[in-house]
């Protein structure tokens, strides 16, 4: 079997206007980047609004492995899929970072047949939106200590300046640093650090903005730091909105692509799922249901993280309800949660499966919670045995659900035509869904809903510094925010080596940062970095350009 990249490479490509054209975008509204990719100026979508919605489908996964689940694959596999039986189906996807690109996971474009192109492109700057989230972001921050330097006319306390830099690129060096060294003209020393991009504010403001307007309003309300009164400092005090959303114009805009089989895909906006809200943009979505009768797309990492974020924060932000849900498992993935060891899972384990079965059989259980129905997909791999396949069938009966084998990866859509067939039963149905916790419950009380009734925990705990923190902002109007828990994404606690679906554990909020802006409280818990570090051996060791001038070592 080739590689992904080769797989890739060996494509045609259609012009991206033609794909513009097939998924009912007028020319006039398509800005080519080169032959196969494009921006799209939503504002010309020329009699489009009268359509009637598209249908939503959420594709999440259980907690994620080294032996991986597929659920990006998926998500293009089952895209593919509905239009081969006859429905007119747009793809929404997040786009990837150069974090885990040269870090520990990898590109995010698919694999296999069931891949987004041009693979290079989209994993590598692609239209460069990454870019100008952290020029917008980095932006603030010299604008911020540039005040300061200029005599400090807002008061701002240099000791409660939350508004760290960002690059998009792991290194644990800048996670906390000391600024401003080497004397007066250098500005004022102070403690600070960089998050990498994905986790930015800006880009969540960017992927839940409405419009352009809405863009700048967001930014505008941006909490940078707090007087020496304890007054909060906003990015509209210091006139940095205006410059800030003109670096994001052209990136607020949706990217259009291609899947392998020639179906349209909008690939915008890419927060993590373990530290920010881990979907792509509103504005994506909505075009995508603007045009199409079904909308696939993705949430990050299980559906703990992703698929709750889905919920309570995007989809409650922008209105929108979702009509099903796909649950992404392997076997191989359920065989580790057993207890197996990655260099051990070949040989046939149902034991393994059935041990490892109930973190599936947890998140079947937390999706219905949203009143969502909820289909799995088994992703399988050539060593899955049919003993094994059976037990995760079993596993999902057992709990109300259904489990489809797909092949997606090694066949394309074709590899997925009986889970779209039951996805547009599930979505053709009613849909009861409802966010987990209503807007004016408490902020602690939110997260201690999520903690207990997602993560199966006793409680979620917190210092008496983070519950006055809290208080504070209820104080300052911000208690109707949903809450966005930034965790680590390997289980449902937060030790990431307890695997399966643990109980009895407790939840500790170590922080909670205010994104005003984009309209959640952040609450860090655990040992969760925002600026992760580089493995042992990272994947930019094994990436490099050939003697024929071809990237390798990508996927």
């Not at 690109?101 to 939106?129: R, S, W």
């Not at 969540?204 to 309300?221: P, S």
């Not at 059935?354 to 009143?371: D, K």
């Not at 799995?376 to 109300?400: K, L, M, P, W, Y």
Request: negative net charge.
């Amino acid at each position: 079997m080739p590689s992904d990249i080769e797989i890739s490479r060996a494509a045609t490509l259609q012009p991206i206007l033609k794909i513009a054209e097939r998924a009912g975008i007028p020319a006039a509204a398509v800005e080519p980047y080169g032959h196969y990719k494009a921006k799209l100026d939503l504002a010309l979508l020329e009699g489009q609004a009268d359509k009637a919605p598209g249908k939503l489908i959420l594709v999440t996964a259980i907690n994620p492995t080294p032996a991986g689940e597929g659920k990006t694959t998926t998500s293009v596999g089952l895209a593919d899929a509905l239009n081969r039986i006859g429905k007119r189906t747009m793809l929404c996807l997040r786009e990837p970072s150069l974090g885990p690109c040269f870090g520990t996971k990898g590109g995010a474009t698919g694999g296999g047949y069931a891949q987004v192109v041009p693979m290079e492109d989209i994993n590598l700057h692609f239209t460069g939106d990454f870019h100008a989230i952290t020029s917008a972001h980095n932006l603030l921050a010299a604008m911020i200590d540039n005040h300061v330097y200029w005599g400090n006319t807002l008061d701002l306390d240099v000791r409660r300046i939350v508004w760290r830099r960002v690059l998009d690129i792991n290194d644990r060096a800048l996670r906390d640093i000391a600024q401003g060294l080497g004397g007066r003209a250098n500005g004022f020393p102070r403690e600070s650090g960089f998050d990498i991009t994905v986790a930015s504010e800006v880009m969540a403001i960017l992927c839940l903005a409405e419009n352009l307007e809405d863009l700048e309003a967001r930014l505008g309300r941006i909490v940078i730091g707090y007087t020496r009164g304890g007054r909060p400092v906003t990015a509209r005090e210091l006139k940095a909105d205006g410059a800030m959303a003109v670096l994001l114009a052209q990136a607020i805009k949706p990217n259009l692509v291609q899947t392998l089989e020639g179906n349209p895909a909008l690939v915008h906006g890419g927060p993590f799922a373990n530290i920010a809200h881990g979907c792509n943009s509103v504005r994506a979505t909505r075009a995508g249901l603007t045009l199409a009768d079904y909308v696939v797309t993705e949430a990050g990492f299980g559906a703990d993280l992703g698929a709750e974020k889905f919920f309570d924060i995007k989809c409650r932000q922008a209105g929108l309800k979702p009509a099903a849900v796909v649950i992404v498992a392997t076997v191989r993935a359920l065989k580790m949660n057993g207890g197996v060891a990655k260099n051990a899972l070949a040989p046939a384990d149902v034991d393994a499966v059935r041990r490892g079965g109930v973190n599936l059989a947890r998140h079947i259980e937390n999706v219905r919670q949203f009143g969502v129905p909820a289909v799995v997909a088994i992703n399988r791999f050539h060593t899955d045995s049919d003993e094994e396949i059976a037990a995760i069938q079993a596993i999902a009966a057992s709990h109300g659900s259904e489990a489809l084998v797909c092949t997606h990866w090694a066949d394309g859509g074709a590899g997925a035509v009986d889970l779209a067939e039951r996805v547009v039963a599930m979505a053709d149905a009613p849909s009861q869904f409802a966010p987990l916790y209503d807007d004016d419950l408490p902020l602690f009380d939110k997260i201690n809903t999520i903690a207990t009734r997602i993560y199966r925990a006793e409680s979620a705990i917190a210092d008496p510094a983070v519950h006055a923190q809290l208080a504070a902002w209820e104080a300052q109007g911000h208690g109707a925010l949903p809450v966005c828990i930034a965790k680590t994404q390997y289980g449902f606690s937060t030790d990431p080596a307890a695997l399966g679906a643990p109980t009895g554990h407790v939840i500790s909020v170590r922080e909670v940062r205010l994104s005003a802006g984009a309209g959640f409280v952040v609450a860090i818990c655990g040992e969760i970095m925002t600026m992760p570090g580089l493995p042992r051996v990272p994947m930019a060791e094994g990436i490099r350009i050939d003697a024929d001038g071809q990237i390798e070592g990508l996927f």
